[in-house]
C-alpha cells in the first residue's frame, strides 16, 4: 500500500473513530453539564435532540433509539480507533450517519447536517469500508498472519 493512502486512511479511522466517541462521552454528561459548551451535557437533552430528528416518535421512543445510537456510536468508534472489523465498522457508521443526516435535513433544516461534517462522515465511513487493506490496524496483523 501505498504510504499517503496508508497513512490518509489510518488517520481518517482515528478522526471518524474518535468523532463518534466525544459525542458519545458529551451525552453521558463528560464533557461538562448543558451550557456549559458541550452540545448536549447530559442524557435528557440528547434524547430531545433525537426527538427532534424524530418527532413523530413518542419520547419513551426517542429515548430507546437514543440507546441505539449511543450504542452504535461507541461500538463504530471504538472498532475504528483500534483498527477492528474496519469494514464492518464503517458500513454500520455510514449508514448510521446516513441516517442521522437525513432526518436532520427533513426535520431540522436542509443546512442542519451541513453544519456539521455528517454528510463527511457517512462518505469516509464508506471509504473505509471499501478499502481492501487497512495498514496499521488489528485487521491488518490479522490478515497478516493468516497469509
Same mark, same amino acid.
Not at 44 to 73: C, K, W
Given at each position: 500500500m501505498n504510504n499517503i493512502l496508508a497513512v490518509g486512511q489510518f488517520l481518517l479511522r482515528l478522526a471518524l473513530g474518535a468523532g463518534f466517541l466525544i459525542p458519545v462521552m458529551d451525552r453521558l454528561g463528560l464533557l461538562g453539564p448543558p451550557g456549559s459548551g458541550a452540545s448536549w451535557g447530559d442524557w #435528557?437533552? +440528547?434524547?430531545?435532540? /433525537? $426527538? /427532534?430528528? =424524530?418527532? +413523530?416518535?413518542?419520547?419513551? =421512543?426517542? $429515548? =430507546?433509539?437514543? =440507546? +441505539?445510537? /449511543?450504542?452504535? #456510536?461507541l461500538v463504530f468508534g471504538i472498532l475504528l480507533v483500534i483498527g477492528f472489523r474496519i469494514r464492518e465498522a464503517g458500513l454500520g457508521a455510514g449508514i448510521l450517519t446516513l441516517s442521522f443526516g437525513l432526518c436532520m435535513a427533513i426535520f431540522v433544516s436542509i443546512s442542519a447536517p451541513f453544519g456539521y461534517p455528517v454528510f463527511v462522515f457517512t462518505g469516509g465511513s464508506l471509504v473505509l469500508s471499501g478499502l481492501d487493506r487497512h495498514e496499521w490496524s488489528i485487521d491488518y496483523y490479522i490478515q497478516k498472519r493468516s497469509l
Open positions: #435528557e437533552h +440528547f434524547v430531545d435532540y /433525537t $426527538n /427532534t430528528l =424524530i418527532p +413523530f416518535a413518542s419520547r419513551q =421512543i426517542a $429515548n =430507546i433509539m437514543s =440507546i +441505539f445510537a /449511543t450504542a452504535g #456510536e
